[in-house]
């Protein structure tokens, strides 16, 4: 714990959570919670300016995620799980770092430019989206940060904020330190579709809390080498985004026979899927149990998303106060002293 190299990382209240999520980022924060001081955030401020967002569904969707991120290993012991909404000091930093972020750097954000491409009225939120990435990482002065490679970009600009930041206001020292993005071998999970990005806004995803069933019924359509047109055609595992797949759910002596069957066509692109669904669904059934568990004690869960927000929130208050110093603010009153309302005891 203290004294560990720090790690942050963050996933939005979108929905469910993917294999691609699961893959590129979860499962790496699940392993290096035992090496690190882990602090893992629900970005509900993120999640408003995207497509998913519902006023209605936000708070259960927060609350889900979190019981699917316990579900997949993250433990509350080793690891501080909490809200992003619950700390408001991420809003505060994005606002001091919004002085030292150039619009241009955000403007060539690839996000941006994909999300606003096709809005008529463009969320001023869509654009400063990565500042507010920025802020949750200095925050906790993380050294690390495990993402997928879709965040890499959104990295790059948080690094150039904390230059530009340490330049100003640092006196020549390096007050926030610069993060390092940390990427698995499964930094780009490809989505159903075989082209995009597994991702909720391609509709492309496998989740990870689906049945068994659901598992087989968004395979089944699944795309795969286009070249292999009927059964008898030899196929190219080299290719194919389910044998890729394969790779992260089947044991090795299966990928190794599902790349000699493809190639040989012994078997139809159907014979392969249906093992991948098998064990797809057997790597996951222990997660969507202990999910579903979870899923019965609500209580509990928002208990550890506040021990949870206290602990990242002590972090932070650190942070702010060397920030607000440097920055050159007037130092705030120091809360008022809680009077208790106590009867006088009565006399001997
Ligand atoms: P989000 O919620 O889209 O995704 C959560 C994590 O999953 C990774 N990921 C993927 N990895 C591999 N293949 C895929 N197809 C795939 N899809 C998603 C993402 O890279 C991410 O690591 N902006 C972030 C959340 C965020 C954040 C942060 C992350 C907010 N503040 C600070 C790190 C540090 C996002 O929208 O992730």
Redesign the pocket.
Known sequence: MPGMPRI?????P?GEL?I??W????RNLVHLQDTYESLI?I?DL?AITGAFYEPAQHAGRTRDLAIGLLASGIDPDRATLFVQSHVPAHSELMWLLNAVTPVGELERMTQYKDKSAHLESIPAGLLN?PI??AA??LLYRADL???????VQ??ELAREVTRRWNAAYGAGSAVLPEPQPLLTE??????LDGEA???KSKGNTIGILDSPEAIWQKLRPAKTDPARVTRKDPGRPEVCNIFDLHKYFSPPETVEQVAVNCRGALWGCLDCKRVLADNMAATLAPIRERAAVLAEAPGRVDEILAEGAERAGAIARETMATVHDRMGFLRAPAPPVQRRNVEPTAGP
């Open positions: 942050f990382s963050g996933v939005q979108t993917h691609g999520n893959l590129g980022a979860v955030c970005v993120h989206y507010l990435m949750d990482i940060v495990p993402v997928g490679e879709d965040q959104h990295l499964a930094k780009r999970i490809i989505g990005k597994m991702s």
